[in-house]
């Protein structure tokens, strides 16, 4: 295990914490298993279904996300068709499952025309096999995609959440990013997506951008807060490997962390709940408990090129790359394969006993809420601090307290989530993901 004092103020990191095992971290699976089995034993009753649309108008230069510019529109449908070929399969495996959540992510799934957006949309509704108004359902859409003929169609096929990656409202901060848009583009995309009347508006911004400053950062964040949106997520740029700003290592720890606490004072003197490090939800934001979805014990279904599925013990996926040309290979090798081919699992991450109980521990101590140790004990057997001795080392480091009923992460913690989660990984991850050979 790495000291928890080597890993917090160091250079700055090329990933965020948001599951575990990262996905640099899988494989060819030994033994391809069939989803039918796989699924067999797996409480189906509460299921994510994301869908992955891997097309975007241009790539943005610290972006590291399966995602690809440029795509003729012969690619695109080719790439809906093997996607419909996929639900259909997945469905016949799953045939019993009920799905509590759905997203549709990417890429930039507006970027598809309103026929292409109907056609996808039309796998989506045979795959959960029911409204989209039944489960809370998001998109995720840029400024120059935010189009009233792709959000009306949206909107009228039950999406109630919309996530618009607007980073910064500044346009010279937004062109260091490899970004061409103006702060006429992304209010007149806002003022759209309020027009349709998305009962949930989320806002992505991105501090310690190259050049951006205390008061332009104070900026968009009240660019932002005039919009009164229901969430708000606050993302550091971090330095990523393969990308145009692969070199990006921030202007200092100092200054990320002073962005970083600026953003949310702001957001909590405006009465927004933090749920994690990057995620706040304001206190107009609509009820998202029914029905319930239970991050930690049920599972996702992945559909499309780059899209990750989880079962608690294996997670599988699409092969991953950053760079275009592979990018590109791998999205006509999906648009390619026949219908039966998609009955397998045969690339991914087994879980063991050890990924289990660590995979646990992360995603409920990286939460505002923490880690309850009876659901972890009734789980596991044992309480999280046997189990992982070195979480004591958070405690005596002030990132951690403790209660009888719960671990959780002080504010100096919470604020260092995607330094302490790394942190925990298993041996066994990190060495696959340092041999990982990014391309």
């Not at 859409?141 to 935010?146: H, K, N």
């Not at 923490?370 to 009734?378: I, K, N």
Request: proline share 6%.
């Amino acid at each position: 295990m790495i000291r928890l004092g080597e890993v917090l103020g160091g250079p700055g990191l090329a990933t965020y914490t948001y599951s575990y095992p990262h996905k640099t971290a899988h494989r060819p699976l030994e033994r391809p298993v069939r989803l039918r089995d796989l699924w067999a034993t797996e409480d189906r009753g509460s299921l994510f279904l994301y869908l992955h649309v891997p097309f975007c108008e241009n790539r943005c230069g610290y972006c590291n996300l399966f995602s690809f510019s440029g795509a003729e529109s012969e690619l695109i449908s080719r790439y809906i068709d093997a996607t419909a070929r996929q639900a259909e399969r997945v469905r016949e495996a799953l045939s019993d499952s009920h799905f509590a959540r759905l997203a549709i992510g990417g890429g930039t799934p507006t970027l598809l025309t309103p026929p292409e957006l109907e056609r996808l949309l039309a796998v989506v509704a045979r795959t959960l096999g029911a409204s989209t108004f039944a489960v809370p359902a998001s998109v995720e859409v840029s400024p120059a995609t935010a189009i009233p003929d792709r959000l009306i169609r949206l909107r009228q096929f039950g999406i109630g959440r919309v996530s618009i990656g607007v980073q910064t409202f500044d346009p010279h901060e937004a062109a260091r990013l490899g970004r061409s848009q103006s702060r006429e583009l992304v209010e007149q995309a806002l003022q759209e997506i309020r027009a349709v009347g998305f009962p949930v508006l989320n806002v992505d911004l991105m501090y310690d951008i190259p050049g951006q400053t205390v008061e332009s950062w104070r900026q968009s964040l009240r660019a932002a807060l005039a919009w009164r949106p229901e969430e708000i997520f606050l993302y550091p740029l971090y330095f990523r490997p393969v990308t145009a700003l692969a070199s990006h290592t921030g202007q200092s720890e100092t200054w990320r962390m002073d962005a970083y606490q600026i953003g949310q004072d702001m957001l909590l003197r405006e009465g927004y709940k933090q749920l994690s490090m990057r995620m706040f939800r304001a206190p107009h934001a609509p009820a998202q408990d029914s029905p319930p979805y239970r991050c930690q014990e049920d599972g996702m279904v992945g559909l499309g090129c780059g899209a990750r599925s989880y079962t608690r013990t294996l997670h599988y996926s699409t092969p991953y790359a950053i760079g275009r040309g592979h990018i590109r290979e791998l999205i006509e090798r999906f648009a390619a394969r026949t219908a039966d081919s998609f009955d397998w699992a045969d690339f991914g991450f087994e879980l063991d006993a050890e990924d289990q109980r660590r995979r646990y521990v992360l995603l409920g101590l990286l939460e505002c809420q923490g880690l309850a140790r009876g659901e972890y004990a009734a789980r596991f057997g044992f309480d999280p601090v046997v189990d992982l001795p070195e979480l004591e080392a958070l405690a005596q480091d002030g990132l951690m307290e403790q209660t009888s009923g719960c671990l959780r992460l002080t504010p100096r913690g919470l604020a260092q989530s995607d330094t302490i989660g790394p942190w925990l990984y298993s041996r066994k991850v990190r060495d696959l993901m340092e041999n990982y050979s990014p391309c």
